[in-house]
């Protein structure tokens, strides 16, 4: 695999067996762009075709873990419909990928962790958040339905009334709250995560293959079950960018205050 030829994701091994992921755009907070969002869809099936790689952590660059989507992509895709649907495809085989690849994959989350980049930390297999990480589906505050990973992964972890109000209200959830409502599987010390993230890792490559990667399989199925819902979602979150309210929404979001929808 040529993980050289990436230009939004850094890519190196941690350990044998073991490679390691990095959102890398440190000056926006590993905010995804157009780039970064194309790659994010073809990295597991790329991973999943190495031989060699047995784990990946995902990890972002720097204090956080990624920002969400970049606002000018955001816009490009209101204007111009053969974008809107390029992306809404990568926005789909985002999700789909990380849960057909056979290779467990473990994120490990310091920051905020928000939009396409939140999709893949919490659709890893074990998630590792710092304690005061600050994770956020911001969808209806932006003026558009939750749509990314949201319908197939939040209330099978942590219930529907806890995915209802935290994805209606656009509420934060710090990695210590996260863990207690199930929505990520460890909340450790803000300055531990990427070791804890390795040394989980570090157990999984010595594991049983063969195990590891069918138990993966037949647990997603509770996931591919939901498949109907996210596809759902996510149509008419891409419905909602043709419409008003995500014109307020990215306004507010560039001069930081609150929508007026």
Request: aromatic content about 6%; some cysteine.
């Amino acid at each position: 695999m040529r993980y050289d030829e990436y230009e939004r994701l850094k890519i190196d091994w941690a350990a044998e067996g073991v490679l390691r992921v990095m959102l890398s755009e440190p000056r926006k907070l590993n905010a995804v762009d157009a780039v970064g969002h194309r790659e994010l869809s073809r990295i597991w099936q790329d991973v999943d075709r190495d031989e060699r790689v047995k784990v990946v952590v995902v990890r972002g660059e720097g204090a956080a873990f990624s920002a969400g989507g970049d606002l000018a992509m955001i816009e490009e895709m209101m204007r111009d419909h053969a974008v809107r649907m390029r992306v809404f495809a990568e926005a789909r085989d985002i999700v789909y990928n990380i849960l057909n690849c056979s290779k467990p994959v473990v994120s490990a989350i310091s920051g905020p962790a928000v939009g396409a980049g939140l999709a893949v930390a919490l659709l890893a297999d074990v998630s590792v958040a710092g304690r005061s990480a600050r994770i956020i589906d911001g969808h209806t505050r932006l003026g558009v339905a939750a749509g990314d990973h949201a319908a197939i992964v939040w209330p099978l972890l942590c219930g529907m009334a806890k995915a209802k109000y935290h994805l209606l209200l656009c509420e934060p959830v710090t990695g210590e709250k996260a863990e207690q409502m199930g929505l990520v599987s460890l909340a450790v010390d803000d300055d531990t995560v990427h070791k804890c993230a390795l040394e989980i890792a570090d157990r999984l490559a010595a594991g049983s293959q063969e195990a590891i990667r069918l138990t993966k399989y037949a647990l997603n199925n509770w996931l591919r079950l939901a498949g109907p819902a996210f596809d759902a979602s996510l149509a008419m979150e891409f419905l909602g960018f043709t419409g008003p309210d995500v014109v307020e929404g990215v306004r507010a979001v560039k001069e930081k205050r609150t929508p007026r929808f």
